[in-house]
């Protein structure tokens, strides 16, 4: 069966930091991945998405990158954090058009 | 723009009666539907989906049913159960973008 993994789970980091955050996806060959970025009391927004690797496509302009090096392997990365930064981050993995996402746990992005 | 929207925040119901959860959505274009579950701290789980072909799906205990006129769709649960409590995303798709819209979620409580 397929599973997919996040890490860390919960993460403080200060203001201009970095930051590195990394999917991976195991049980499926070439899913569509996806990152989204829950604020407190909304829902989901997606940031960027994947349909091969080195394929990112980004859906709003923000501070933060993501890049897709390996088949089942998503990384979200910042060079320098803000506090608008701060939020619950999922990733998300697709088999296919019109096939549901499945979600990682999440990590949950405290700036200070 | 918000093109989903759940207009009700929460939800309050007795165990054992019906709940039923709604959403809205602005574009026409959106033609496969979802619903996703989510406790605190977890990831969204994936619940029921229905295509813009049908008007309803059924597992279980979950219906969803879809209005495409009054672009509409709603998920009902029965017999609703304590651990039925959560916040529930509605989501839409386009085309064959793979991209997820999510609501803004409402949160269920069952009361024992």
């Known amino acids: 069966s397929q599973t997919i993994h996040q890490w860390p789970a919960t993460l403080v980091q200060p203001v201009g930091s970095p930051l590195s955050l990394e999917c991976t996806v195991e049980?499926?060959?070439?899913?569509?991945l996806y990152w989204y970025r829950q604020a407190a009391g909304r829902g989901l927004q997606l940031l960027f998405y994947?349909?091969?690797?080195?394929?990112i496509s980004s859906e709003v302009p923000q501070n933060l990158s993501a890049s897709r090096p390996q088949d089942r392997q998503f990384i979200l990365s910042s060079k320098k954090l803000l506090l608008s930064d701060s939020g619950f981050y999922l990733c998300?993995?697709?088999?296919?058009?019109?096939?549901?996402?499945?979600f990682g746990d999440g990590t949950r992005l405290s700036i200070l | 723009d918000q093109q989903v929207k759940q207009n009700s925040p929460s939800l309050s119901v007795q165990e054992g009666r019906i709940s039923i959860l709604n959403c809205d959505y602005t574009?026409?274009?959106?033609?496969?539907f979802l619903w996703y579950k989510k406790y605190p701290a977890e990831g969204p789980t994936f619940l029921i989906s229905i295509s813009s072909i049908k008007d309803k799906n059924e597992d279980g205990r979950f219906t969803v049913f879809l209005n495409k006129s009054a672009k509409h769709l709603s998920l009902h649960i029965v017999p609703s159960q304590p651990g039925d409590s959560a916040v529930y995303f509605c989501?839409?798709?386009?085309?064959?973008?793979?991209?997820?819209?999510f609501g803004q979620g409402t949160t269920l409580q069952v009361k024992p």
């Open positions: 049980g499926t060959s070439n899913p569509n």
């Open positions: 989501a839409a798709q386009k085309g064959n973008t793979g991209k997820l819209i």
């Open positions: 998300a993995w697709q088999p296919g058009h019109d096939q549901p996402q499945h």
């Open positions: 994947s349909v091969g690797i080195g394929q």
């Open positions: 574009n026409s274009m959106f033609d496969y």
